[in-house]
C-alpha cells in the first residue's frame, strides 16, 4: 500500500509540473511595420504591461522585437501578436530562445 501511495504522489506531483507554465529566457518577435524611435517606445510601453515582462528590446533595423519573461512565467502567443497587432504592427513569427535578453541585444548591436 505504501508504493503505491508514493506512486500516487510523484504521478501527481509530475501531473503538476507539466501543467505550470514554461519559462521562457527570451520571446522573440519578426514585426513588419516598424519604422520610427516613436514605435519602438510604443512597443515597449505595450510588452512591458504584461505582468510577466521584465525587459524588451526593440530593432527597427532587424524588424525583431525581444523580450524577457520572470522565471516561471510565459505569455501566450496570442496575446502578443494581439497586442501588437492592435497597435497597427504585422507580426510575422513568434518563437523562443535559450538565449538572454543581453545575448540578443550582443546579437543585434542593440544597447541597454
Known amino acids: 500500500m505504501y508504493k503505491n501511495c508514493r506512486f500516487a504522489f510523484f504521478a501527481l506531483a509530475a501531473g503538476f509540473a507539466a501543467l505550470a507554465p514554461a519559462a521562457a529566457a527570451t520571446i522573440e518577435m519578426d514585426v513588419n511595420g516598424l519604422v520610427c524611435a516613436f514605435c519602438a517606445q510604443g512597443i515597449e510601453k505595450k510588452l512591458r504591461a ?3 515582462t ?3 528590446v ?3 533595423e532587424k524588424k525583431l522585437v525581444a523580450l524577457s519573461t520572470k ?3 510565459d505569455i501566450d502567443d496570442e496575446e502578443l501578436r494581439k497586442a ?3 497597435a497597427g504592427y504585422a507580426v510575422k513569427t513568434i518563437h523562443r530562445e535559450s538565449e538572454s535578453l543581453d545575448d540578443v541585444r550582443q546579437r ?3 544597447k541597454p
Open 50 to 52: 504584461f505582468p510577466a
Open 54 to 56: 521584465t525587459d524588451v
Open 58 to 60: 526593440v530593432s527597427l
Open 71 to 73: 522565471e516561471g512565467t
Open 84 to 86: 501588437l497587432t492592435d
Open 108 to 110: 543585434i548591436g542593440s
